[in-house]
């Protein structure tokens, strides 16, 4: 257990609305990532933090935005949803030299 | 944009049998990870291989990383029903990757009893 939650875990939109997830360490890691998964796509990242105020895009950014203000807490916005986002929502952080510890995820449903 | 080719898909066997995933890509790697899903869980960390031909066994489980680091194999000796599961492989490209990581689409393994 490295200490990640994820809020909510569960959470149903509508298209156009605003929509921010959350996700929460406790032993503050420099490396934090968003991904998310979808059935035949493995995970793909979103966006990537390297530390606070620190962040860049992954292969799939578009319509997502994050913020890092505080080293424990990294926010995946979606700033209006749309159906194409519905998917389940991983956040991971990395633990030391190639290892990643990933969160119990948030399953976005919009509709 | 490295891309990480994962097969087979779906693969579904008798407990007690062999099998083996490929994880397979043009580019390489500086190491190469392997996890394991279970539904409605964050993937989990099976072994990360690093070095070019390297072998890892975990128990029944054997990880391989191609000499060229380009490619990569999980083999499962005697499937349980307990290794049902969503395997995953992950490579990261290393130097200023800042740790990202590239998936393959995943293999979807079922043991039957």
């Known amino acids: 257990d490295a200490g990640i939650t994820q809020s909510p875990r569960h959470k149903v939109t509508e298209t156009g609305t605003p929509v921010t997830l959350r996700c929460h360490q406790t032993?503050?890691?420099?490396?934090m990532y968003w991904y998310r998964q979808d059935p035949g796509h493995g995970l793909r990242l979103i966006h990537y933090?390297?530390?606070?105020?620190?962040?860049d895009k992954g292969e799939v950014s578009d319509g997502y935005s994050v913020s890092r203000s505080k080293t424990e807490d990294f926010l995946l916005t979606l700033e209006s949803a749309t159906s194409s986002q519905t998917s389940v929502y991983f956040c991971?952080?990395?633990?030391?030299?190639?290892?990643?510890?990933f969160g119990p995820g948030t399953r976005l449903t919009v509709l | 944009t490295q891309l990480l080719e994962q097969s087979p898909q779906f693969l579904s066997i008798q407990e007690g049998e062999n099998l083996t995933v490929y994880c397979n890509s043009s580019s390489v790697f500086s190491s190469l990870q392997w996890y394991r899903q279970e539904p409605g869980e964050g993937p989990v960390l099976l072994v990360t291989v690093v070095t070019g031909g390297e072998v890892k066994k975990l128990k029944r489980l054997t990880f391989q990383f191609g000499d060229a680091r380009k490619d990569s194999s999980l083999h499962i000796t005697a499937a349980q029903t307990g290794d049902t599961g969503l395997y995953l492989c992950?490579?990261?490209?290393?130097?200023?990757?800042?740790?990202?990581?590239?998936f393959g689409q995943g293999t979807i393994l079922t043991v039957h009893p």
């Open positions: 992950a490579g990261e490209a290393g130097g200023t990757s800042y740790g990202k990581l590239t």
């Open positions: 991971a952080i990395r633990g030391g030299a190639d290892t990643q510890y």
């Open positions: 933090s390297y530390g606070v105020k620190d962040t």
């Open positions: 032993e503050n890691h420099r490396y």
